[in-house]
């Protein structure tokens, strides 16, 4: 499995912007779709986007559709989440994520066929 390594959150007011990375290593990084999910104090992890192998089809839950963007570098091993208009809402420890194989789609990408999970970064907007 690809091992995953999230970096980039922190401490933001309501309105503002944060970038978050996830450097992938191990395997071929490109054979594999990814994600991004969220969990915040008492709740279960949610899914918050995802993006397919090459990068062109971007998945976004509706909570944060029109304000976060998904991208990745398959040169660079990296994935990114940008993450704009933050509202006190979106504080949560953010997980980069890989399917569990090569046919996991973009579109599939749910807990259930994640195979690598980042260790978490943790994103707090203040309002």
């Known amino acids: 499995q690809v091992q995953l390594v999230e970096s980039g959150g922190g401490l933001v007011q309501a309105g503002g912007s944060l970038r978050l990375s996830c450097a992938a290593s191990g395997r071929t990084f490109s054979s594999y779709a990814m994600g991004w999910f969220r969990q915040a104090p008492g709740k279960e992890r949610e899914f918050v986007t995802s993006i397919s192998r090459s990068g062109g089809s971007t998945y976004y839950a509706d909570s944060v559709k029109g304000r976060f963007t998904i991208s990745r570098d398959n040169a660079k091993n990296m994935g990114y989440l940008q993450m704009n208009s933050l509202k006190p809402e979106d504080t949560a420890v953010y997980f980069c994520?890989?399917?569990?194989?090569?046919?996991?789609?973009?579109?599939?990408?749910?807990?259930?066929?994640?195979?690598?999970w980042g260790q978490g970064t943790q994103v707090t907007v203040s309002s």
């Open positions: 994520a890989a399917g569990r194989d090569s046919t996991v789609t973009g579109k599939r990408i749910t807990i259930a066929t994640i195979g690598s």
